[in-house]
């Protein structure tokens, strides 16, 4: 990412503070506004707590002359994250680890007298393979007594997208990208089977929470104390956390997720072709690497396995449910498997397009995996090659990338039901068209195969 | 049974959404009238049963402390 100076651009909602990028470091100016906040987080050892166990993103407080911006209290230095990703990107298992870390904070914060002021699944990143609260601006002193002001946030952002997953079809993870606050508890209620009345925590939480949103919608009411015991607060964070635990989807075959077992790749020239693009990265030598149909992650973990930051991107939330879960099995701190279909990327959305950024924003990757994918552009999706090669290099610097051949089976599939209107698909037609955006580097053939593999580099670059 | 549970369940919260009001909350956030409202009859009803859960767990561990020291004494 190459970050523009200035205030974060997604950065804003909160009167707190706010990101700033200044000569390329990543900052945080805390206002005045936050003091007694900033201060009983640091004084009750909350932040220490949170950040010693990996939950909470680290920081290190800097010369209040480094503000942004009048009536600044402290500038923090924030750890860095790798890479941004945003939740309608995430498989069924990752959106549910960050719900869980989000309960887990909560309850540590009433235990020390403060609360979580939101619950955006936004403030959550994967970092080293593990769900991080990112914002240090979240909490707040808690009086008891305080309801919990981001009870709705919190079903919005994390169990009713889950729920919608679990109970009704997993793409509906999806819908977050048009509901920047949530999924609206309704359209929830509305969209998940009449079943989940039954279940306890989903008739509460969203079916019945849902009513008493619509009934309060337009009533003014008086405002009068009504306090909520910390007890009772405790048990309302323990309701939510039994239901997003008995939520759990696991995939079945579908589209891809058993892709390896049906390639016409002999076991030999799947190992084959894991060595030559560990050897094309060795000799790239990226500083991170994006895999575009990355599947299941194996070649990913041809990169992430060698320390290279890893983002494993695939249509299917099958396989990267599967690719999530052998990261989490395995403690993997380089990989990070993301639900994207490279030909319709995740678009800029939120105030300005500016908020949540574009995949092609969160670029350009140090090098790009794209194996056993160009057949699906040029044929599967009727994508002109040489508009495929464009949009590589403004992806990427480097390229790995596999040329599939019409011979091969994979392709043949792909044209056994329609017409063959792509005369220029074949290695010279390619290679002519990735030369005008890319200067190839390597050229080999992967044996006991038609398909051909190239190491290049960007033009643009 | 368990659906003469649950009727029971649902009829008290909906007694209970009917007998409260809200009150001011401050932050940036809004939290919704309704979902606030909400959150108060829910964490009451739920406490009920958290209450149960954290004293049987309590017994739990009791009995399994009186199991571990007649181990121990042997």
Same mark, same amino acid.
């Given at each position: 990412m190459t970050p523009t100076e200035g205030q974060v651009a997604g950065s804003f909602r909160d009167p707190s503070g706010f990101l700033f990028w200044r000569e390329g470091r990543l900052y945080r100016q805390v206002n005045e506004a936050y003091r007694i906040h900033y201060d009983r987080l640091v004084s009750s050892g909350l932040a220490a707590e949170l950040q010693a166990d990996g939950l909470l993103v680290g920081h290190e407080e800097c010369a209040p002359g480094l503000a942004q911006a009048p009536g600044a209290y402290k500038v923090l230095r924030p750890e860095l994250v790798p890479f941004i990703s945003y939740p309608y990107e995430w498989s069924f298992s990752q959106l549910k680890d960050a719900a869980r870390l989000t309960l887990a904070v909560q309850k540590r914060a009433l235990a020390r007298g403060m609360s979580l002021k939101d619950a955006s699944a936004y403030n959550v990143q994967f970092v080293h393979g593990r769900p991080l609260l990112i914002d240090t601006l979240s909490f707040e002193a808690c009086p008891e007594g305080r309801p919990w002001v981001a009870y709705r946030q919190f079903c919005q952002h994390f169990l009713?997208?889950? =729920?919608?997953?679990?109970?009704?079809?997993?793409?509906?993870?999806?819908?977050? +990208? @048009?509901?920047?606050?949530? *999924? &609206?508890?309704?359209?929830? #209620?509305?969209?998940? &089977?009449?079943? /989940?009345?039954?279940?306890?925590? $989903?008739?509460?939480?969203?079916?019945?929470?849902?009513?008493?949103?619509?009934?309060?919608?337009?009533?003014?009411?008086?405002?009068?104390?009504?306090?909520?015991?910390?007890?009772?607060?405790?048990? $309302?964070?323990?309701?939510?956390?039994?239901?997003?635990?008995?939520?759990?989807?696991?995939?079945?075959? /579908?589209?891809?997720?058993d892709y390896y077992g049906q390639t016409n790749y002999s076991g %030999?020239?799947?190992?084959?072709? %894991?060595?030559? *693009?560990?050897?094309? $990265?060795?000799?790239?030598?990226?500083?991170?690497?994006?895999?575009?149909? #990355?599947?299941?992650?194996?070649?990913?973990?041809?990169?992430?396995? #060698?320390?290279?930051?890893?983002?494993?991107?695939?249509?299917? &939330?099958?396989?990267?449910?599967?690719?999530y879960r052998q990261c989490r099995r395995d403690s993997e701190r380089f990989l990070l498997p993301l639900v994207g279909d490279v030909t319709n990327p995740s678009p800029g959305i939120g105030w300005e397009n500016g908020e949540r950024l574009s995949l @092609?924003?969160?670029? &350009?990757?140090? #090098?790009?995996?794209?194996?056993?994918? *160009?057949?699906?552009?040029?044929?599967?999706?009727?994508?002109?090659?040489?508009?495929? =090669? %464009?949009?590589?290099?403004?992806?990427?610097?480097? @390229?790995?990338? %596999?040329? *599939?051949?019409?011979?091969?089976? +994979?392709?043949?599939?792909?044209?056994? /039901?329609r017409e063959d209107i792509f005369p220029d698909y074949h290695a010279q037609g390619f290679e002519a068209a990735f030369q005008d955006h890319f200067a190839i580097e390597r050229r080999e053939s992967i044996a006991g195969t038609d398909r051909i593999l190239y190491a290049m580099h960007s033009r643009r670059s | 049974m368990k659906i003469l549970r649950h009727a029971l369940r649902m009829c008290g919260l909906v007694l209970a959404v009917s007998l409260l009001f809200p009150r001011r909350v401050y932050g940036y956030i809004d939290p919704g009238t309704g979902s606030y409202i909400f959150q108060i009859v829910i964490a009451a009803f739920v406490a009920v049963s958290f209450a149960v859960k954290v004293y049987w767990n309590k017994i739990k561990k009791f009995v399994a402390g009186l199991f571990s020291k007649k181990n121990d004494a042997h």
């Open positions: 009713a997208p889950l =729920a919608l997953m679990a109970r009704r079809d997993v793409r509906l993870g999806r819908l977050g +990208q @048009l509901h920047l606050d949530g *999924v &609206p508890l309704d359209l929830a #209620a509305e969209l998940l &089977p009449g079943r /989940t009345r039954f279940a306890f925590s $989903l008739l509460t939480h969203i079916h019945l929470h849902a009513r008493s949103q619509k009934r309060y919608q337009d009533r003014p009411v008086a405002a009068r104390q009504r306090p909520l015991s910390r007890f009772a607060l405790l048990a $309302l964070i323990d309701s939510l956390e039994g239901a997003v635990r008995k939520l759990d989807w696991r995939p079945r075959g /579908t589209e891809w997720a %030999e020239a799947l190992d084959l072709k %894991e060595r030559m *693009v560990a050897d094309m $990265l060795r000799e790239l030598r990226p500083r991170n690497v994006w895999d575009v149909g #990355a599947n299941t992650g194996r070649f990913s973990r041809v990169a992430s396995r #060698a320390g290279i930051p890893t983002v494993a991107l695939d249509i299917d &939330p099958a396989a990267v449910e599967k690719n @092609l924003q969160r670029g &350009p990757a140090d #090098a790009l995996l794209a194996l056993a994918l *160009v057949h699906h552009l040029a044929i599967g999706n009727n994508l002109p090659l040489g508009k495929v =090669a %464009e949009s590589l290099a403004r992806a990427c610097r480097s @390229l790995v990338i %596999e040329f *599939v051949p019409k011979a091969d089976s +994979q392709v043949r599939r792909l044209l056994a /039901t | -």
